[in-house]
């Protein structure tokens, strides 16, 4: 049995392999270095267990702490942190040593990695190399997803490749080579090698990271695997469809400016009252909690020294108006006095008998929250959660503030959002869209793209024929601005700010140096997915930039989308606009991290039909200026961005069944003199906001022209079986259809219905799933399309046998 001092050899801060010793016993005192390293902790004997050992975090007051920690012998990682006043360094300990550390006086806190995550490391590196392993010697298969070629702004053409090898290791490198389209020999148009892109630790498939530009439009690309695979694909346009022009008196480009949420507001409040017979107001139900904030002082240096006051009334309710002192009594031994005066508060500090200033900052908290006077103007907090044992500093009066700086032409009250309903019938008979904007404050070119969209259908409505037919065939709703309280904040005070203004927080985080991390991420506060179903992509942190809130549609900004749509069912199609970087994206938006669990993927009708929506739309964008979204960030959420959880289109999609997009305005701009994509913010110069507004203001208008073509859809789907391979002893057979539709099919002879069988994708972003039979099989199928006409106006629940039906014969080996 070995004795219960220990020792090891670690590493010095100057990285010299020194024998020091960590001492182990009843004693309370710090043991001092031996020369000679003594048996180590049972804890650490050699074993194929990690026996709770740990990387843990350890806080000290200062560098003297650290200097004993080293003298002490413990094993330090190269990491020091400034916090609360002190440092935060990390350690390698055994169950054993953090004891003994904690029983020392050292503060030992929560643990960083442990055996699970050595467990877990471990378990993915033996998976990793069992795949290499097995895929060694072996040719990979190469699965085309997209080749395309596309034009952006100043006509440069560009090309986007994307491919899925069967070889998931890092090992496999993918190379793109293209012809340079002309047809004449040598026809060499480039090379290059792909990205291997991953996604929650899941390869996903290999693309280039950004565009490759090109001088001519390629006709074929070769993909060639270091695995052997290889595959030549043709290359395709992407987007650039011709649109109609509009008619000579069409209209655009109604802003000049970057307006605030009042300013918006107010625009379609008056677009209301100038065509009363095709828009009116709609107003939310559920107003914001305002422009408002708590007034706040703050006391202090040295953290344990230091608290804070903030107003009970809202600082333009009266707590700006509340002042606080902090006196120092010229006589000794006098007590920790408070008293009040109106709104004037004086904090009459507590001296020992030689008229020294004794009261800490815990002391003079207790004591104005202990007065009757005083804690009815304010509360009082120590800072950051401290203890607050330090002695705090007379100080001269200091009014609070809520620290806001709007114009007084922004209300500080809770603000009524309202939505503009365009439509020349609006009595829910319509096919309805919803439009809304700038749920993240900070994204201001995101609501005059809103409001660029109601302009040019209200003022093009009397001479524009196509923007009529919109305006008489659908019920569109149009919410500039879902987040005005947090814009307001983002304009006027603190222009990164992303969520709304609503403080969570708790006193440890609810100081003045953390106003402008408060608020919610009101795109992490739906329903559907969200974080507290344990969906990633959110945080519980109430300071984090992706805070969820306290609980699923905790905000009164969530819960109006969800009226809306709750109140005017009729609403089928919606677009969530943000910014930046010229995504367009679609559910499901999020997953779990652990295994990458997604949200039900969209049916295999449904997703052709977003992607074949998706061109039409995003060549309204292109006709602009040129701008060309990138195939690559097009697609459902996880498969182009992350995981978001809680975010609105999920809420509509898997709720009320809407068909929704997501917009990120802002696509990167090329620059040819340095060859690289600059990207251009959440608040780029106006001369490019404005541009950005209008392009995707045309987009917004192909959303409502591809729900009219919904809305006047009676055209039944019509399919195919396609046999695509024949071996002895099975068939693999597809389908093919003209539109975007879901197919049903059975292969037991028995009669299709809505309950049978339904086509998927063959992967993501891949084709159409094939099917293998082993016997020759009459298949019977229908397709039914997204408007719910079915093919041959078939009747999946009656009693009709006007299926499509075909023989797919297996010949024996």
């Known amino acids: 049995m070995r004795s219960s001092p220990t ?17 182990f016993s009843t004693l309370p005192a710090l043991a001092a270095p031996s020369p000679t390293p003594s048996p180590v902790a049972p804890d650490r004997l050699p074993s194929t267990e990690q026996n709770g050992v740990a990387l843990r975090r350890i806080v000290v007051p200062g560098q003297d702490g650290i200097d004993k920690l080293n003298e002490l012998g413990v094993d330090l990682a190269e990491y020091k942190k400034p916090v609360d006043g002190g440092f935060e360094v990390h350690a390698v300990l055994s169950p054993q040593e953090a004891d003994a550390l904690s029983a020392q006086g050292f503060d030992v806190r929560g643990t960083i990695s442990d055996q699970s995550d050595y467990a877990a490391n471990q378990a993915e590196r033996r998976s990793a190399i069992n795949s290499a392993e097995a895929a060694e010697g072996e040719t990979d298969t190469l699965t085309p997803l997209r080749a395309e070629w596309f034009t952006s702004t100043d006509d440069q053409r560009f090309l986007s490749v994307e491919v899925k090898s069967s070889a998931t290791d890092a090992e ?10 002309r047809g004449t020999p040598p026809d060499s148009g480039g090379t290059a090698t792909m990205a291997r892109f991953t996604d929650a630790g899941q390869y996903m498939y290999h693309r280039f990271n950004a565009p490759i530009t090109v001088a001519t439009a390629p006709t074929t690309v070769t993909v060639a695997s270091s695995k052997g695979g290889k595959i030549t694909v043709p290359v395709t ?14 209209v655009s480009d109604f802003v000049d400016h970057y307006m605030d949420p009042t300013e918006l507001t107010g625009r379609i409040t008056k677009l209301a009252k100038q065509f009363p017979k095709i828009a009116e107001i709609v107003d939310l139900p559920n107003k914001t909690n305002g422009y408002r904030r708590a007034a706040q002082a703050q006391f202090g240096t040295a953290a344990a020294g230091t608290f804070y006051v903030s107003s009970k009334a809202y600082g333009h309710e009266g707590g700006n108006d509340i002042s606080v002192a902090l ?3 010229a006589a000794p031994s006098s007590p920790l006095t408070v008293s009040v005066t109106g709104k004037d508060v004086t904090v009459g500090l507590a001296t020992d008998a030689a008229g020294t200033v004794t009261s800490t900052a815990a002391q003079v908290v207790a004591a104005l929250n202990g007065d009757a006077a005083a804690s009815a103007l304010l509360t009082a907090s120590t800072y950051r959660g401290n203890a607050g044992a330090g002695v705090v500093a007379a100080a001269p009066a200091t009014r609070l503030t809520d620290n806001l700086k709007a114009p007084a032409t922004v209300s500080r009250d809770p603000f009524q959002v309202k939505a503009l309903r365009i439509g020349k019938t609006r009595n829910g008979s319509r096919t309805g869209v919803f439009l809304y904007c700038q749920e993240h404050a900070r994204e201001w070119v995101t609501p005059l793209v809103c409001l660029e969209t109601a302009e040019r259908l209200l003022r093009n409505y009397a001479f524009d024929p196509a923007t009529r037919k919109l305006v008489d065939g659908l019920d569109i709703f149009v919410m500039p601005t879902v987040n005005p309280d947090g814009a307001h904040y983002s304009f006027y005070d603190f222009n990164g700010q992303r969520k709304n203004m609503t403080n969570h927080c708790p006193a440890a985080t609810g100081d003045p140096a953390t106003r402008n991390s408060w608020g919610v991420d009101l795109n992490r506060n739906f329903s559907v997915g969200s974080l507290f179903d344990g969906y990633s992509g959110a945080s519980t942190s109430c300071t984090s930039g992706t805070y969820a809130g306290p609980a699923e549609l ?3 900004e969530a819960r109006n989308e969800v009226w809306l749509t709750q109140r005017f069912p009729n609403i089928k199609f919606a677009m969530n606009t943000h910014s930046y970087g010229g995504y367009f994206m679609w559910p499901p938006g999020a997953y779990k991290a652990a295994g990458r669990e997604l949200l039900p993927r969209v049916d295999f009708g449904t997703e052709n039909y977003f992607w074949d929506a998706s061109s039409h739309i995003l060549s309204a964008v292109q006709s602009w200026r040129g701008t060309g ?33 997501d917009f990120e305005v802002g696509a990167d701009l090329y620059n040819p003199a340095t060859g690289q994509f600059d990207p251009v913010g959440f608040q780029p110069d106006f001369s490019e906001g404005h541009e950005e507004a209008m392009e995707f203001a045309s987009g917004q208008i192909a959303i409502l022209e591809v729900a009219q073509a919904f809305a006047q859809d009676r055209k039944s789907p019509r399919s195919d079986l396609k046999v695509t391979s024949r071996a002895a002893g099975s068939t693999t057979f597809t389908f093919t259809i003209d539109e975007p539709a879901n197919l049903y099919y059975t292969l037991d002879g028995s009669r299709p219905t809505l309950g049978s069988p339904k086509l998927t994708a063959a992967g993501m972003r891949e084709g159409t799933q094939h099917l293998t039979v082993d016997k ?12 719910g006409n079915v093919e041959r ?7 009709s046998n006007n299926y499509r039906k075909e023989k797919v014969e297996v010949h024996k080996a």
């Open 776 to 787: 020759t099989t009459e298949v019977r199928w229908f397709t039914v399309d997204l408007a």
């Open 554 to 556: 905790s905000e009164p």
């Open 793 to 799: 106006d078939y009747r999946p629940t009656g009693h």
């Open 172 to 181: 496999t490198v993918l190379t793109a080579t293209w012809d340079s389209g």
């Open 237 to 250: 346009k992407w987007l650039g469809e011709r649109r109609k022009p509009p008619s000579r008196h069409y």
């Open 7 to 23: 020792a090891r050899t670690v590493r010095a801060a100057a990285g010299l392999a020194i024998p020091l010793v960590l001492a």
């Open 327 to 329: 006196t120092a009594p």
């Open 629 to 661: 979204i990138w195939p690559g960030r097009t697609g459902p959420v996880p498969d182009v961005l992350y995981s978001a959880a809680g975010n609105s289109a999920d809420e509509h999609w898997f709720s009320r069944g809407i068909i929704g997009w």
